[in-house]
């Protein structure tokens, strides 16, 4: 069998940047370390795989072993074509140097029909662009597929009291799109193939593609003594502060920004100053003891958890709050954690407003929107207070919650294991679904929220005592 070189990853990897791809194959210890908030969406997206599955049930799973027995699936994917089974799944082809594994292909009215599946609510170029790529090999390997749908959640699916999965997903037909795409292909694995053939590295200068339409795994070594201003304001996406950067070096002048908050941080950037709107810290000044800091792990499942509600829906499944005296310590805490039986969302409200009786609360949201059950809480978002410009950090470079913290103590927070509310989101959901070790997870999300609460006190405090003394 032939030896594969590319997967339909490395491919996309490839389109993205030939030197991402060549970095991948000959340098990969060079590569960054993946951020745990990408590794959970990631994970996310094989479970969406395997719900989608229940559409094309009893099929035949071909993938077996790791990625580098891929000739064994290949091997079982021609036994299970040859004897005309109605369903596989993961079915494996080779072609060109190129292994791809298809999610679902399905043998229907003495046709094969292929079916990849997509953990998003939108069908992308990337997407159709991994779709030609799939249809191409499927096809250079010697099966003719009748057509190439590409399977999707459908954003406006309310669940009902069971999830119906044949009303979560959309199938849509991208057959036309493959095969417009088909006479290129060839071409571009050529090209790839060749540049990993060669001992020097493409030479491809950074740009929007180091995070279109991913994130690069190679910006810590690309980007290494790349520094701009453009780059450090919050309030601008990747693809803005690149035309920054650009048209500053042709000559742009800050003055040009029209946007209120992007010029107001870039003003404070530029007089490394902090800012905090008045109104706002007098809210903190006259606030007294004991203060209120609530910790709210917030998560949208792809795939709804509860009735009547949407795929993508902010759910908040847990809180930890603690009141805190002035010097520091802590006077009362309390802690929940939903069985994630019912939506959780009108009960954590209603024991919050008994708990906390109608005090003011501190609070950092990081993933999510609150629904609007919590407006008649009292919280003070800190996240909200930096995205409205109502707080500036000179030294903020995103609204996550770790780059709060660092802005403000000058710290990087540690944890003890999970490290970002996707990550605790996924896992919670994961280990409900499979019920396989409850007492972990409810140690982890504890520890996790202690974790946050503590930093969350310290930049609150620290940032109040540098602040109303300004
Ligand atoms: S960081 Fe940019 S230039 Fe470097 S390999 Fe990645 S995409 Fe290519």
């Known amino acids: 069998m032939e030896k594969a070189i590319l997967s339909k990853s490395t491919f996309i990897k490839g389109e993205q940047c030939l030197k991402a791809l060549y970095l991948y194959k000959n340098n990969y210890s060079l590569r960054d370390k993946m951020p745990a908030e990408r590794v959970a969406v990631f994970n996310r997206g094989s479970r969406v795989g395997e719900i989608a599955q229940g559409l094309f049930p009893k099929g035949i799973n071909c993938k077996i072993g790791g990625p580098r027995q891929y000739n064994k699936a290949v091997e079982k994917t021609l036994e299970c074509i040859h004897s005309q089974e109605k369903v596989l799944y993961e079915a494996a082809f080779i072609a060109e140097n190129t292994i791809i594994y298809l999610d679902i292909l399905t043998f229907e009215n003495e046709k094969w029909h292929a079916y990849e599946v997509k953990s998003s609510s939108k069908i992308s170029e990337t997407y159709i662009l991994d779709a030609a790529l799939q249809y191409y090999i499927i096809r250079q390997s010697g099966l003719e597929i009748a057509d190439f749908q590409l399977i999707y959640i459908d954003e406006n699916y309310v669940r009902g009291e069971q999830l119906e999965v044949e009303k979560l997903f959309q199938i849509q037909d991208v057959t036309e799109h493959v095969q417009h795409l088909y006479g290129v292909i060839g071409d571009k694995i050529q090209q790839q193939l060749n540049a990993l053939s060669k001992s020097i590295m493409p030479e491809t200068p950074i740009g929007i593609h180091c995070r279109t339409p991913y994130d690069c795994d190679f910006q810590g070594y690309c980007w290494n003594g790349i520094e701009h201003i453009a780059f450090e304001i919050p309030a601008l996406d990747f693809e803005k502060q690149w035309h920054f950067f650009e048209k500053q070096q042709a000559g ?17 950037k530029r007089r490394k100053k902090d800012f905090i709107q008045d109104s706002l810290l007098q809210v903190f000044t006259e606030k007294k003891e004991p203060y209120i800091f609530l910790n709210l792990l917030t998560y949208c499942p792809a795939i709804p958890w509860f009735k009547e509600t949407k795929p993508y829906q902010t759910v908040v499944y847990s809180y930890y709050w603690e009141s805190v005296s002035s010097d520091g310590k802590i006077l009362n805490s309390s802690m929940y954690l939903s069985d994630m039986v019912t939506d959780p969302t009108f009960f954590i ?25 919590f407006d008649i809480l009292n919280i003070i978002d ?35 294991k999970l490290v970002v509310d996707k990550q605790a989101g996924l896992q919670y959901e994961k280990e409900f679904i499979e019920k396989s070790d409850l007492q972990a997870i409810k140690e982890n999300i504890s520890d996790y929220h202690n974790d946050k609460n503590k930093y969350l006190v310290k930049t609150f405090f620290n940032f109040l005592k540098t602040y109303s003394n300004d």
Do not use: M
Not at 252 to 268: A, P
């Open 252 to 268: 742009f002048s800050e003055s040009e920004i029209t946007d209120d908050i992007v010029k107001r941080q870039f003003e404070h």
């Open 349 to 373: 409200v209603e024991k919050l407003s008994n708990e906390l009786n109608g005090h003011k609360i501190i609070s950092f949201v990081d993933d999510g929107i609150l629904p609007p059950a």
């Open 382 to 416: 800190l996240k909200k207070a930096l995205i409205d410009g109502n707080i500036i950090g000179y030294k903020l470079k995103n609204y996550s919650f770790d780059a709060f913290v660092q802005a403000f103590t000058g710290r990087n927070p540690w944890y003890k």
